[in-house]
């Protein structure tokens, strides 16, 4: 009989052998696309499982150039996902340049992977489309968020759709570098799983594309009082008239409506669309109210957070701790297998 894995967490969280991780883009405010495409996923799945969540500021340099902008939004986001439920005493939240071992296995990941497979990355041309230069940072962004995933073992990725091809890049980079070192019944890195939630793959910026910081159409998790509201009054609807009845399946409007009320309200809601007499001043006002609603606790844990400087801090340098000890045994592992020397 097999003898009991003693080396497994006693944490029955840990004990599926299921790794989260995920990494967050400090680029600015989030907003609602990066709510329901990400960080509620995150939210949900940091107490079930072991998850490393980093804030990927490497990742972030090839859209912003400036030293104090970087620092902020690097602090932001945390502050951002404390006040949305994140539990620093459930999973590690911590800062990507932190684990600096991250940037190590970058390199060795470069040496498994042609270029000619990065050059057909959607994100890659779309960038160079929307006008940024096309450097080795911005060429090179899915293998260093390969080694992010892999350096944790990652097994599940929760990201949105968008990120479909950078996970196939990390994980074929696992399968790589499994084959090319390890023994057949010892890979090094399990192959990461996309977790993907279909439904909510594009939630309508208010101009009606998907909601992206680089189409100026978000409307931000944080934003409140006036700016909440004129974004919501943005959004593009068509010209019905009040009094006609109006197809709710057909409005950006009640698209976002959707994602935030139970099955009853959407039920509701929609019924007035379709009975007329109901415009769409009066489906913002109802979005506004569902918005105003969700985030009402986070606001003002977020408020209170602002004013704790330190202790944010000190949630981050913790769980970089956690991360470097999860890391480091991999990164042995890792050079032993590819014979780069460590003297000291
Ligand atoms: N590229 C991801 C995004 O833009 C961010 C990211 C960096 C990431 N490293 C990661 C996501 C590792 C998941 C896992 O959203």
């Not at 004990?15 to 949900?44: C, E, K, M, W």
């Not at 890979?187 to 993907?196: A, D, G, N, Q, R």
Request: charged residues 30%; glycine residues 6%.
């Amino acid at each position: 009989m097999e003898a009991p894995d003693t080396t497994s967490s006693p944490d029955a969280a840990a004990a599926d052998g299921t790794v989260v991780v995920s990494g967050i883009q400090p680029s600015g405010r989030l907003h609602l696309g990066n709510y329901f495409g990400a960080i509620r996923q995150h939210i949900d799945l940091h107490k079930e499982h072991d998850a490393f969540y980093f804030i990927v500021n490497y990742h972030a340099m090839t859209t912003v150039q400036d030293a104090d902008q970087l620092r902020q939004h690097t602090f932001d986001v945390a502050l951002d996902y404390l006040a949305l439920g994140f539990d620093p005493e459930e999973a590690a939240l911590f800062v990507q340049s932190d684990v600096p071992e991250v940037t190590e296995l970058t390199w060795i990941f470069f040496n498994l992977i042609p270029t000619s497979y990065l050059e057909k990355g959607v994100a890659y041309k779309e960038k160079i489309n929307a006008g940024l230069t096309p450097n080795a940072g911005l060429f090179n962004y899915p293998v260093l968020q390969a080694a992010d995933i892999l350096a944790y073992g990652g097994t599940h990725v929760p990201v949105g759709a968008d990120q479909k091809q950078n996970l196939e890049i990390a994980r074929e980079l696992a399968r790589r570098f499994n084959h090319r070192y390890c023994p057949d019944d010892e890979p090094l890195f399990p192959v990461p799983e996309p977790h993907i939630l279909d439904h909510v793959a594009v939630v309508p910026g208010t101009d009606g594309r998907k909601m992206s910081k680089s189409y100026d159409n978000t409307i931000g998790i944080f934003d409140e009082g006036d700016a909440l509201k004129e974004s919501v009054m943005r959004i593009v609807t068509d010209s019905t008239p009040l009094e006609e009845p109006k197809d709710p399946e057909n409005c950006n409007v009640f698209a976002l409506i959707k994602l935030f009320a139970d099955e009853e309200t959407q039920q509701e809601i929609a019924e007035k669309y379709r009975e007329g007499g109901y415009g769409y001043g009066h489906a913002k006002q109802e979005l506004l109210g569902l918005i105003e609603d969700r985030f009402e606790e986070a606001r003002a844990r977020r408020k209170e957070l602002k004013k704790r400087p330190d202790y944010v801090r000190d949630v981050l340098r913790e769980g970089a701790e956690t991360a470097r000890e999860r890391v480091m045994p991999i990164m042995e592992r890792m050079r032993e297998r590819t014979g780069i020397v460590r003297t000291r």
